[in-house]
């Protein structure tokens, strides 16, 4: 699942780089990105992403799962690295240890055990959830800059954990009837697309890090907490310290990689303009041939780009 997302989130940025600059929002940059290959073929690894996190669910805690959907990135970054050619400074280096640490200590105290039923109360709290979200993004939406895009990006991720937390008693739905008849089914559905929309909301604010790590806090923390209380989530016994330390450093380490993500797109347009001032240009800005995509934690000047890294994250967080 983590390799799948990482391999994603790669893809679908190369695709957003290569694609035509919008200066709206505009709907046709969907059709644009569809248009490439190495977008679908991300498309494809997100889904797979998303079938894989929903299986894993069935026997491990949200705490786990969570985690490890956010840490995605981590992969994304280092398939740049190796494919891309982008250079990551020390910090980057230390956040990608540490996401390594937090996801291994978190795997040794996760204890595999099925999901206990949610029951009519917990879905009416979801329902219930789903509503308060939509109207707090009603109002959030007024908001503009880095405070719009915390509060939607914030919104989103407790969409997706909503989700999660239905995602986890259904999947161990024993026939594919109870499956399509179960409620969770439907809530699981709906806070992905009201979480999926307020994230493109979020990004729409210009601060992507801002969006993205508000998003995976918020993503995280609720799920881990209701699996832990409600949902049968087990830590082997005399290792809850390590779950906690493995989840915090996670989280950490996320967060930092996309508050702190090295700009590469930014740099190479950066270099560009230099080389063209010092040779003599009258003010211009030429268009840069950029070789590599920008890491998805850096911060989009146009809105295509951050339209694109909103699209990094459809229903997969679910």
């Known amino acids: 699942?983590?390799?799948?997302?990482?391999?994603?989130?790669?893809?679908?940025?190369?695709?957003?780089?290569?694609?035509?600059?919008?200066h709206t929002f505009d709907p046709g940059l969907l059709l644009r990105l569809a248009g490439h290959r190495t977008y679908l073929?991300?498309?494809?690894?997100?889904?797979?992403?998303?079938?894989?996190?929903?299986?894993?669910?069935?026997?491990?805690?949200?705490?786990?799962?969570?985690?490890?959907?956010?840490?995605?990135?981590?992969?994304?970054?280092?398939?740049?690295?190796?494919?891309?050619k982008w250079r990551l400074p020390m910090s980057e280096v230390v956040l990608l240890l540490l996401l390594f640490a937090g996801i291994?200590?978190?795997?040794?105290?996760?204890?595999?055990?099925?999901?206990?039923?949610?029951?009519?109360?917990?879905?009416?709290?979801l329902l219930v959830t789903?509503?308060?979200?939509?109207?707090?993004g009603f109002f959030a939406v007024r908001l503009h800059g880095a405070p719009g895009s915390v509060a939607l990006g914030s919104l989103a991720g407790l969409g997706f954990s909503a989700a999660a937390v239905a995602a986890r008693p259904l999947a161990s739905a024993p026939?594919?009837?109870?499956?399509?008849?179960?409620?969770?089914?439907?809530?699981?559905i709906g806070h992905s697309i009201v979480g999926q929309l307020l994230l493109g909301l979020a990004m729409q604010r210009g601060s992507t890090t801002a969006a993205v790590a508000a998003m995976d806090a918020a993503g995280a923390v609720p799920a881990a907490i209701i699996g832990l209380l409600l949902l049968n989530d087990k830590i082997w016994p005399g290792r809850e310290w390590l779950a906690g330390i493995g989840f915090l450093v996670t989280l950490a380490a996320v967060i930092g990689l996309t508050r702190y993500a090295e700009p590469q797109h930014h740099h190479a347009v950066a270099r560009e303009t230099t080389r063209a001032v010092l040779d003599g240009g009258k003010g211009t800005r030429p268009t840069p041939r950029v070789a590599s995509a920008p890491l998805l934690g850096t911060e989009p000047t146009e809105p295509a780009q951050a339209a694109s890294t909103g699209l990094r994250r459809p229903i997969t967080r679910s």
């Open 175 to 188: 026939t594919w009837d109870a499956f399509l008849t179960d409620p969770l089914l439907y809530l699981l």
């Open 104 to 125: 291994t200590a978190l795997v040794l105290s996760a204890r595999p055990a099925p999901s206990k039923p949610l029951g009519t109360a917990g879905m009416v709290a």
């Open 130 to 136: 789903l509503g308060v979200i939509a109207v707090l």
């Open 1 to 22: 699942m983590i390799v799948a997302y990482g391999i994603a989130n790669l893809l679908q940025s190369v695709a957003a780089a290569r694609t035509t600059v919008h």
């Open 41 to 84: 073929v991300g498309l494809a690894c997100q889904v797979a992403g998303f079938v894989l996190a929903f299986l894993a669910r069935r026997d491990l805690p949200l705490f786990l799962v969570q985690a490890s959907v956010a840490a995605g990135l981590g992969v994304t970054a280092l398939l740049g690295v190796i494919v891309l």
